[in-house]
């Protein structure tokens, strides 16, 4: 199928005005584009004003499906208590119950997995992938300054702390090069696209600001389980440990942040921003909501139902 929105900027004779999308699949290739290109450093343009035009036509329609993504969550979302303490308790809990959660496709990965079925769904993640990085940078705008600093220190290890090599994004690119994994928007299913989707518009709208803290968070909690189960399978598969080091990395680290990231980010924002409770709980369970409907789509990829 072929995009609706060009991923370049000087192309605006392609598309004057942002069309309205009929499924599911076009409306995340064109909201995949859209974020590629609001993303991407550029230089001013003599049509910026139709630009404009398109955009606010985009941020419709993603507002639209955001709302829609947060409807589905509001009712378990308004059950977390506004106390500290008792939030993140269930904020914790949700690594257990939440969406998604003990799904069999990583045991599956883990220990069955083909090469061919391992480069398929790595293909997915990397496509998946919103850059943790940028929306935690993005996020953290005018925080206050104790959240602010442990969003700040969680950028810092997720950029190396300031060394090349130890940068994330480049080590998940580094085992995409040697695997010849090469994810393609027009091929890769579109829940991945969503999940990437999810994460950029939350950040990039600052109504949904703690929607982002809770999204971010809920990566950081339910993460390093299932990323020790891509290494295992890896390393079954024998690709070496240098290669495999993203996810190594992220079996341990992730569990350092998720800590930090409950004591430091949410429970001071639950204690000033009461009201902020439903919002973080909403985006955590909006971001696992997410990442259960990728499963199941890679699961029945493999055949496993």
């Known amino acids: 199928m072929n995009m609706e929105v060009s991923r370049s900027p000087s192309r605006m004779q392609d598309h ?13 290739r064109a909201l995949a ?17 139709a630009w404009l035009s398109v955009d606010a036509g985009m941020l419709i329609i993603e507002g639209d499906w955001l709302e829609e993504e947060r409807a589905r969550q509001t009712p378990r979302a308004a059950t977390a208590p506004a106390d500290p303490d ?16 003990g799904d069999p496709l990583f045991d599956y990965l883990a220990e069955r997995a083909t ?10 993640e990397i496509s998946g992938e919103a850059g943790f990085e940028d929306l935690a940078a993005v996020t953290q705008v005018r925080l206050p300054a ?17 060394n090349a090599k130890g940068m994330h994004v480049p080590m998940l690119n580094t085992l995409a ?11 890769d299913v579109w829940e991945a696209a969503a999940l990437s989707n999810l994460m950029a518009g939350l950040a990039l709208n600052r109504r949904y600001a703690y929607h982002s803290l809770g999204a971010l968070g809920i ?11 891509v290494s295992l399978g890896l390393r079954r598969l024998g690709v070496a440990a240098k290669v ?10 992730d569990v350092k942040h998720a800590a930090a990231w409950s004591a430091e980010v949410i429970r001071p924002v639950v204690e000033t921003r009461p009201e902020a409770a439903a919002a973080i709980a909403e985006g955590a369970l909006m971001r696992l909501h997410c990442g259960e409907r990728c499963f199941s789509r890679y699961r029945a990829q493999f055949g496993l139902g």
């Open 16 to 28: 004057p005005t942002a069309p309205s999308y009929k499924n599911t699949v076009s409306l995340h």
């Open 244 to 253: 495999r080091h993203y996810f190594d990395l992220h079996a341990v680290l």
């Open 86 to 101: 008792a939030f993140l308790a269930w904020i914790e809990d949700l690594e257990a119950s939440g969406p998604g959660q």
């Open 219 to 229: 990566i950081e909690q339910t993460a390093p389980g299932r990323a020790a189960k």
């Open 115 to 124: 090469l061919d079925e391992m480069r398929w769904f790595l293909a997915q």
């Open 33 to 49: 584009s859209f974020n590629a290109r609001r993303l991407a450093p550029a230089l001013p343009t003599a049509d910026w004003r």
């Open 177 to 187: 090069a040697a695997l010849d994994v090469a994810p393609l928007c027009d091929t």
């Open 146 to 162: 104790r959240p602010k600093l442990e969003v700040a220190r969680n950028y810092w290890d997720e950029m190396g702390r300031g």
